[in-house]
């Protein structure tokens, strides 16, 4: 098995990062790994999953690769399971997993079972990982939580109404969250990028990246690696006294 760096924010720390094949969650097993962390990674697509996990293999970091339907409650609660199993325990987790192909239509038009499938995934999901994961990182001492909201839900962009009200439902339950999980000495916040270049923004059209770049107050595209720092800050022992805040991390076209 590789040895991670045993130096870095997040030396020796054993975090779960759902979502992790490609992306967003992807870079952030890049910078979590870089930082000392030993991972698991969870995704719905476990072929692209096993190419990713070797990447980090490959660079010297510990990884392992679970498959994981966030829509699926018994998927989810075999993945905590395992995950601990694997890694000792757990110190972290990044609820990343989400639907978000969910776009490019009105609100009228939007299916019941694509309403459904966002909100099973984007907020039951996370809601179910945090608690499938809760009592490992109780016994952590220094468990934390990093969920992905965003900046959609902070100034309500049209034409993307369920991902929106998913992810405005993720912002307000990491706050819930962090009442009721502060007595286990876990802390949980929020990270709520703008409109980053990835696979799962494909679809977005042009207008609405020069929308943002033109709003920004850096006007340039945002990148995967732009939102990772905030990601590590949050996991980390920098951040033990910060629970329950929701972090706009775009360039400034939102600023909460």
């Not at 339907?69 to 199993?85: E, K, Y």
């Not at 993720?170 to 409109?195: F, H, Q, Y």
Request: with cysteine; aromatic share 6%.
């Amino acid at each position: 098995m590789n040895t991670p760096p045993s130096t870095g924010l997040l030396a020796g720390r054993r975090i779960l990062v759902t979502g992790a094949a490609r992306g967003l969650g992807f870079a952030f097993a890049q910078a979590l790994c870089e930082q000392g962390a030993r991972l698991a990674m969870a995704d719905l697509r476990e072929e692209l999953l096993a190419q990713s996990v070797a990447r980090l293999c490959a660079q010297g970091f510990e990884a392992h690769g679970f498959g994981l339907d966030a829509g699926d409650p018994q998927s989810i609660a075999l993945c905590a399971q395992q995950a601990v199993q694997a890694l000792g325990g757990l110190d972290g987790l990044v609820n990343n997993a989400a639907v978000t192909d969910s776009g490019g239509k009105g609100m009228d038009d939007i299916g019941l079972d694509k309403w459904d499938q966002v909100m099973n995934v984007n907020v039951r999901g996370v809601w179910l990982m945090t608690r499938a994961c809760r009592a490992a990182l109780r016994g952590s001492g220094r468990g934390a939580i990093v969920n992905l909201a965003s900046d959609t839900a902070l100034w309500g962009a049209p034409n993307l109404m369920a991902y929106v009200a998913s992810k405005g439902a993720v912002m307000a339950m990491t706050r819930s969250m962090a009442r009721e999980l502060g007595a286990d000495g876990i802390t949980i916040n929020a990270v709520a990028p703008g409109l980053v270049l990835v696979e799962a923004t494909e679809y977005v059209p042009e207008h609405r990246h020069r929308l943002y770049i033109d709003q920004r107050a850096l006007q340039r595209e945002q990148r995967p690696e732009d939102v990772s720092g905030a990601v590590v800050y949050a996991l980390s022992d920098g951040a033990r006294f910060v629970t329950g805040q929701v972090l706009p991390v775009n360039g400034g076209f939102v600023m909460h």
